[in-house]
């Protein structure tokens, strides 16, 4: 009997090992939709782990790496993909195994990719000899290459050269400013994106898992206001004492907490679309509005998800509907 089930192991840890390393091999291959695929990398290890043990995902992830190596070579590659999704895929099977409540599974896993995307961040930097502080001349470079690209092609009309450069070069600033904010940002997308899908998966082969609410009935947590009051104080405080680094930390936290309360605004608004059961057309109308006044939007949903999140006013409605059906 014990042989027949580590025999049983073996098959599936093949299997389920040869898998990862076709979804990946795919993903290396094409290199533009390597975000769409990494999602589903870990996928697999964590079905694995769910339906056999962690023994049995970790042997398949070893199987995977060398798979991966003989097929596409490249090991320093190789090892930062697997340092960057492999363990998120066990770590998943083992949240669903142990039936893991869906909200905190999603929060336990986003923060160990975190992790994770910063080892390999490093690594890459290391082997690759690159040192990211001194990344920004060679950016700076590319600006000037793009804009004589385009002045030679008559693209730039004459005298508008500076202001471009510096709406390029701000753009840049923005975007290397706010980059530890986008990178937890994506660990936490891609992390739900993944345990949905792994979900999904598991239902449909007939396993009970903890499953994330349906996105109307999603909430941020009222203490996650600290987040923006944090962000806000170090902004002005590192602004005040001419600290860019604290200034730098607060933007990045005020942002967070920004994009955070914008999904719960889009969740009160689907909760109300859902609650008013308005046609089709009426809601396709009113998304094309939102979508029009982008602006005002982004605005109007990020406090509406704050005023959520602090007065819980969907459960108020749902009260005052049970309320109305009462009577």
Do not use: C
């Not at 008559?154 to 400013?177: A, K, S, Y």
């Amino acid at each position: 009997m014990a042989s027949q089930w580590r025999h049983d192991n073996l098959v599936e840890g093949a299997i389920f090992a040869s898998l990862t390393a076709v979804i990946a091999h795919l993903g290396l291959l094409v290199p533009p939709l390597f975000p769409l695929i990494s999602v589903v990398i870990p996928l697999p290890l964590a079905v694995l782990v769910k339906k056999r043990d962690l023994v049995t995902g970790a042997l398949a992830l070893v199987v995977a790496a060398v798979l991966l190596l003989v097929f596409y070579g490249r090991p320093v590659t190789v090892m930062m993909l697997l340092i960057q999704l492999g363990p998120l895929g066990l770590l998943l099977g083992l949240l669903f195994k142990n039936r893991v409540r869906a909200g905190l599974a999603v929060a336990m896993a986003a923060g160990i990719a975190v992790i994770l995307n910063v080892i390999t961040l490093l690594s890459g930097f290391w082997f690759l000899g690159i040192n990211p502080l001194a990344a920004g001349s060679g950016i700076y470079g590319d600006i000037e290459q793009l804009l004589a690209f385009y002045q030679h092609q008559g693209l730039i009309e004459p005298g508008m050269e500076d202001e471009i450069r510096h709406l390029l070069q701000e753009m840049v600033q923005l975007m290397t400013l706010l980059f530890p904010a986008n990178l937890v940002l994506w660990s936490l997308v891609s992390t739900t994106i993944t345990y949905y899908l792994g979900q999904v998966v598991l239902q449909r082969l007939g396993y009970v898992v903890e499953t994330l609410p349906p996105f109307r009935q999603w909430q941020i947590p009222w203490y996650f206001v600290w987040i923006v009051i944090t962000g806000l104080l170090l902004f002005l405080t590192g602004d005040a004492l001419n600290k860019q680094s604290v200034a730098a930390a607060g933007k990045n936290l005020v942002y967070l907490g920004a994009f955070l309360y914008l999904v719960a605004g889009l969740s009160v608004l689907g909760f109300y679309f859902d609650r008013f059961q308005l046609s089709r057309a009426v809601r396709l109308i009113l998304t094309v509005v939102l979508i029009v006044y982008w602006p005002f939007t982004v605005v109007a949903l990020t406090i509406l998800g704050l005023v959520d999140s602090l007065l819980n006013i969907r459960q108020a409605a749902q009260h005052r509907k049970k309320g109305g059906d009462d009577r």
